[in-house]
């Protein structure tokens, strides 16, 4: 589940643009945050974004794979899908996928309870 720093670091570069991004190391891997909501990953020189749903669906058929981490001899699926080779070269896209993926998270996020809330929404 380890990256490299300079995947890492490239990733940070091409998130820019999105308002208060961050990348924090966790579980050997690192989350991508934005307001405290995690809506993308990194782990393996890999970067997923966060698609549920529909969304999730047509990634998966353009032959995204999800990301399934070993949990105690268990893969188990969760909600975020690789993001395609071109959106690692092309920071537009990337911060566009970011975007949808951000709203899929908060979308996630609003339909859990008050006091199930990891995140304060930005004002």
């Given at each position: 589940?380890?990256?490299?720093?300079?995947?890492?670091?490239?990733?940070?570069?091409?998130?820019?643009?999105?308002?208060?991004?961050?990348?924090?190391?966790?579980?050997?891997?690192?989350?991508?945050?934005r307001d405290?909501?995690?809506?993308?990953?990194?782990?393996?020189?890999?970067?997923?974004?966060?698609?549920?749903?529909?969304?999730?669906?047509?990634?998966?058929?353009?032959?995204?794979?999800?990301?399934?981490p070993d949990?105690?001899?268990?893969?188990?699926?969760?909600?975020?899908?690789?993001?395609?080779?071109?959106?690692?070269?092309?920071?537009?896209?990337?911060?566009?996928?970011?975007?949808?993926?951000?709203?899929?998270?908060?979308?996630?996020?609003?339909?859990?309870?008050?006091?199930?809330?990891?995140?304060?929404?930005?004002?």
């Amino acid at each position: 589940m380890r990256s490299s720093k300079e995947f890492v670091a490239h990733v940070k570069d091409l998130l820019e643009e999105v308002p208060r991004v961050r990348v924090r190391a966790m579980f050997g891997g690192h989350g991508v945050f934005r307001d405290g909501l995690m809506f993308a990953l990194v782990s393996d020189d890999q970067l997923y974004f966060r698609a549920d749903g529909a969304r999730g669906e047509a990634l998966r058929l353009k032959g995204s794979a999800q990301f399934q981490p070993d949990m105690r001899g268990r893969k188990m699926s969760m909600p975020y899908y690789r993001a395609p080779d071109v959106a690692l070269d092309d920071p537009d896209l990337a911060c566009s996928l970011a975007k949808e993926s951000f709203a899929d998270a908060l979308s996630t996020d609003q339909t859990k309870p008050k006091s199930k809330r990891k995140h304060k929404p930005a004002l």
